[in-house]
Nanobody
Framework: QVQFVESGGGLVQPGGSLRLSCTASGSVSSIFRPAWYRQAPGKQRELVARVTNSGTTDYLDSVKDRFTISRDNAKNTVYLQMNSLKPEDTAVYYC????????????WGQGTQVTVSS
């Protein structure tokens, strides 16, 4: 029913930047707020950035002031601009949409690999 496709990852040096993109298809209502997650090998998936019900944005403390979540409604695309990247940002990044109460859909895409290394 719902599919997410991420792109834009790659290898970048510390201090560099990347912009991730995500397109969603299926039964995704405007009430569902976009969000980005990441998962490093051997670690749990963690919420990186989200758009709240009130339209504001929330970020993981470690990425605050470096990452920016945004969306282009005309293109049905959500972005994650990542600046000043650090090696600890290395992970597979996933996009999703937050349902009221239920949280993210259980329809995870393949994600896009972000590797920060010198």
């Amino acid at each position: 029913q719902v599919q997410f496709v991420e792109s834009g990852g790659g290898l970048v040096q510390p201090g560099g930047s990347l912009r991730l993109s995500c397109t969603a298809s299926g039964s995704v209502s405007s009430i569902f707020r976009p969000a980005w997650y990441r998962q490093a090998p051997g670690k749990q998936r963690e919420l990186v950035a989200r758009v709240t019900n009130s339209g504001t944005t929330d970020y993981l403390d470690s990425v605050k002031d470096r990452f920016t979540i945004s969306r282009d409604n005309a293109k049905n695309t959500v972005y994650l601009q990542m600046n000043s990247l650090k090696p600890e940002d290395t992970a597979v990044y996933y996009c999703n949409a937050l349902q009221p109460i239920l949280g993210p859909f259980n329809s995870w895409g393949q994600g896009t690999q972000v590797t920060v290394s010198s």
